[in-house]
């Protein structure tokens, strides 16, 4: 890979009075729709700022140096998960990371496994959907019919709170990019669908059973394909037990004799 530095030369010539460190941000780019486009990294260096985060930074760089440069953002709150990238080697979320944290010259590429659509830009909503759709991630009522008044019903305050801590998954991606599985297993569920099939588990109001859920990922896509490498508890932005659940449903499954 080759380097092409972009650097931005203040207007008089000097830093002005009182400026925070220079950063340089090295983005690995490639844009898999043009067939001369190979992966390279290119440098960009700004200014820091106080509590500067590399969502502020990279927004910067592209109104200010370089508008062809691609990342993805919504919410800019750590809630949408679009700004998901890999940062100085860890798949993490930009808009939460501090610039204050790192070192002086800070790397980003795209998240692996998901396909590339430029740069920083992946596209995980793909994915998502795919893996949503076979492991049938919403409610199933258990007569089958829509009843609002069952759906609303009153639940135990404890067992809401246990749904509500695998609701806050906000399928960044982070896990699957960084699990040793998923890079060698191309149909692997990941830790956010195995999060997911935990959270129905759960819901009473749901009318699966373990046997159902085994007929889906008991198998080595599913949660016997799980290395326990632990990355996806690691990297998880919001925190979320990923690789317990894993384990806790693979014990579920044994027990009841479905393994």
């Not at 700004?46 to 910067?60: C, H, R, V």
């Not at 994915?127 to 008044?149: A, C, K, Y």
């Not at 695998?166 to 999060?195: H, K, S």
């Not at 799980?226 to 693979?250: G, N, W, Y």
Request: aromatic content about 6%.
């Amino acid at each position: 890979m080759t380097e092409s530095p972009v650097k931005v030369v203040p207007r008089n010539g000097a830093a002005p009075s009182g400026a925070g460190r220079r950063l340089q941000i090295k983005v690995l780019r490639h844009n898999p729709r043009d067939p001369a486009s190979t992966p390279h990294w290119q440098s960009y260096e700004i200014e820091e700022a106080d509590g500067m985060t590399l969502f502020i930074a990279l927004t910067e760089i592209r109104e200010k140096q370089d508008p062809s440069l691609q990342f993805d953002f919504v919410c800019r709150a750590g809630i949408c998960g679009s700004c998901a990238m890999v940062i100085d080697g860890k798949p993490t979320l930009a808009c939460r990371t501090l610039t204050k944290n790192h070192g002086r010259t800070i790397t980003l590429a795209p998240l692996p496994f998901f396909e590339l659509i430029g740069d920083l830009s992946v596209n995980t909503g793909k994915w998502m959907r795919s893996m949503s759709e076979r492991l049938e991630g919403w409610l199933h009522m258990r007569d089958g019919t829509l009843d609002i008044g069952r759906i609303e019903a009153t639940m135990d305050p404890e067992l809401a709170d246990r749904i509500y801590e695998l609701d806050r998954c906000i399928e960044c991606g982070c896990c699957v990019a960084a699990c040793g599985t998923a890079r060698m297993r191309e149909d692997f569920v990941g830790a956010v669908g195995m999060n997911r099939i935990a959270r129905f588990r759960l819901d009473p109001r749901d009318a699966r059973n373990d046997a159902d859920w085994y007929d889906i990922v008991g198998d080595d896509d599913g949660v016997f394909g799980c290395m326990s490498l632990l990355a996806c508890h690691d990297v998880c932005p919001k925190e979320l037990p990923l690789a317990t659940q894993i384990a806790f449903l693979r014990r579920a499954m044994v027990k009841q004799g479905l393994r």
